[in-house]
């Protein structure tokens, strides 16, 4: 991620972006490896069944879980993640229960799965009442440590950028407006850091500011004044007195009468410019 629109990533900044996407994937891993393991060591303990056939099992119940694990997170990253509380309380309920659905079907799918299904074929055995319960309830509770990792993920995220951006970002002259590579807002207790051209649009809203970028929105108490001294412009433009548009993530613009323009923004929102805006952003383009 670059903490500057004007300048590449440095060989070590992109070193270090390897470094950590390696650790995500390691600890992704990881975490599936341990529950093949997992598996395995309640397989032998409750079953009497060669070492092999345990093995099987583990791996019945494991490879659903990478695929529907991926899924979930990838998911929460996109629509749930750095979103409204709301949103939070109301899709994992239903995530919670296709997630577990999804992997009880895989299993049984994998169960019926024998050597030489090619020539057989294969039928679908649905488990009995006590263990598709059992299952079921396994589900969920897989869900549950999917969706802590997924947050996990995504506060280490937040704080490596955030680590990378307060390093880099420049100091302003109190007396002096100063542009800077990135930007710092308190959210909520805790210090977020955006890459300039990672924002689609700033808007202000009654006391409070909120950024948004294309998974994200973060509210603060910081002023679109001293935003706006610090924002690099172009590709940051101030269409109207309460918003501030990232040129760069403008898909089109029409006219919306009176001098003003409509942008149709890369995140789906169209924002309506001032006629002092509009002027802005065409200085902007050119």
Not at 125 to 139: E, M, N, S
Request: with cysteine.
């Amino acid at each position: 991620m670059s903490t500057s629109i004007s300048q590449p990533l440095s060989i070590p900044a992109r070193a270090r972006g390897i470094v950590h996407l390696k650790c995500e994937w390691a600890a992704f891993i990881l975490l599936h490896l341990s529950f093949g393991i997992g598996y395995v060591i309640v397989f032998q303990l409750t079953r009497i069944e060669t070492f092999s056939d345990s093995i099987a099992g583990a791996l019945i119940n494991v490879i659903p879980l990478i695929v529907v694990n991926f899924a979930a997170i990838k998911f929460l990253e996109k629509s749930v993640l750095g979103r409204a509380s709301w949103r939070h309380a109301f899709v994992h309920p239903i995530l919670g229960a296709a997630y577990s659905f999804s992997w009880y079907f895989c299993v049984m799918v994998g169960r019926g799965v024998k050597a030489n299904w090619l020539e057989q074929g294969f039928s679908i055995r649905p488990f009995g009442w006590v263990g598709g319960t059992w299952q079921l309830y396994q589900g969920l509770a897989l869900y549950g440590i999917a969706a802590l990792f997924a947050y996990a993920l995504y506060f280490y995220r937040r704080a490596v950028i955030a680590e990378s951006a307060l390093s880099k970002a420049e100091i302003p002259d109190r007396n002096e407006p100063v542009k800077t590579n990135s930007l710092v807002v308190k959210s909520h207790g805790e210090f977020v850091a955006f890459d300039w051209s990672d924002i689609v649009f700033i808007e202000a809203s009654g006391d409070e500011v909120i950024i948004h970028t294309e998974n994200s929105r973060t509210k603060t108490h910081k002023t679109m004044t001293s935003i706006a001294r610090k924002m690099p412009t172009p590709p940051l433009a101030r269409i109207h007195r309460s918003l501030i548009a990232n040129i760069d993530k403008v898909l089109s613009a029409e006219p919306a009468g009176n001098g003003k323009l409509t942008l149709h923004m890369s995140d789906g929102i169209s924002l309506t410019t001032s006629r002092a805006g509009a002027q802005t952003f065409k200085a902007g383009v050119d």
